[in-house]
C-alpha cells in the first residue's frame, strides 16, 4: 500500500511537471506589404518594410524580427538589413543597400518564419 507521504509526493511532482510545461506557441507568417512588386528602390534611400500584423497569434514562437535581402530568392545572411525589432511592430525602416542594379531582389522577413516579398527593383542614382 502506498504510504501518504508517497501520494503526496506524487501529486506534488505531477502538479509541477504542469506548470512547467511548455506553453504552446504558434508560428506567425505574416504577409510583406511594402515593398510590393514593381516598386523601384534607389541604392542609399531608406524606406519602411512593412507586413501585416492583424492576424498574429497570442503566443508567437519568435517575435523578435530580421530583415535581409534576397537576389533570386538567395538571402544575404551576411549583411542583415534590419535586426532586433518587434514582429508585431508591422513595419521597420531599412537602408537600401548598394548593390547591382537587378529586377529579381525581395525582403526576406524573419521572426517565426521566412517570408518573402514580391520581386522589385534596385537600381543607382
Known sequence: MI???????????????????????DVFV?????????????AGQHHNVTWETDDAPVHITNGIGRVYL???????LD???????????????????????GRNYSIVLFGDSGNYSPEFTITSL
Open 3 to 25: 504510504s501518504f507521504t508517497t501520494f503526496i509526493l506524487t501529486l506534488l511532482a505531477l502538479f509541477s511537471l504542469s506548470l512547467s510545461a511548455p506553453m504552446r506557441r
Open 79 to 101: 549583411h542583415p538589413l534590419a535586426v532586433g525589432f518587434n514582429i508585431l511592430d508591422g513595419r521597420v525602416a531599412i537602408q537600401v543597400p548598394s548593390v547591382p542594379r
Open 30 to 42: 505574416p504577409p510583406i506589404t511594402y515593398p510590393q512588386a514593381g516598386v523601384i528602390w534607389i
Open 70 to 76: 534576397a537576389t533570386n530568392t538567395i538571402i544575404d
